[in-house]
């Protein structure tokens, strides 16, 4: 109950080079008039969407690909949460710099709050434990801040201390970052997003957080190597 709760409580307290381009024939290419800034610019390409070619999934046993696949189903399902919750903080603030009243800015705050309530309220109540973990380093990742410093923001420092004792009673700290570098679930999570993104099954959401899946692929497959 706690769990569903605070994560809930989280949510809520996160509601609280245009270019204008004419395009002409050239060979099998197309040259692009791209108007910037009041200046002209032709160029003769094409821009493309980064591709990654995924390799295929490997297990050591038939427990690491059980945890894999239980870990994407959980991943899959939370996800949304976490990238409503970082474009309703973006949506938030850019609104309340825009509001110079205080008591229209909790006015608008309140208003918001009630929509994710109503909105999504009884989802929420749906995670599991491990689901809210994920959320937890889900929104880190969206956000780069961590669950407790957006509700100490959001709400005030003692119910943000409050959350989190709470939450460690069900074995879930709200100051969770996610850290695909150093941990390697939080790798794998960051696995199933990619191959998500590159099949579609979910909206592509860059993370805030400076790191290359490139390189973490790399790494982590390195040190299995080592292993053996």
Known sequence: MWNRLYIGLILVSLT???AQVEEKPLDSLQEKLIIIEGDSLFQASIALDEVF???KLEFESYEDKLRYYILKRKTLKVYPYAKMASERLVSLNDSLERITKN?????YTRKVQKYIEEEFSEELKKLTRTEGQILVKLIYRQTGKTAFDLVRELRNGWRAFWYNTTAKIF???I???FSPETVHEDYLIEDILQR???TKTLERQESVLDYDYASLTNKWSQEEKQKK
């Open 196 to 198: 998500a993104f590159a």
């Open 53 to 55: 070619i995924f390799g």
């Open 171 to 173: 074995k879930i700290s």
């Open 175 to 177: 100051k969770e970052e």
């Open 103 to 107: 008591r229209k800015r909790k006015k």
């Open 16 to 18: 609280s080079l245009q």
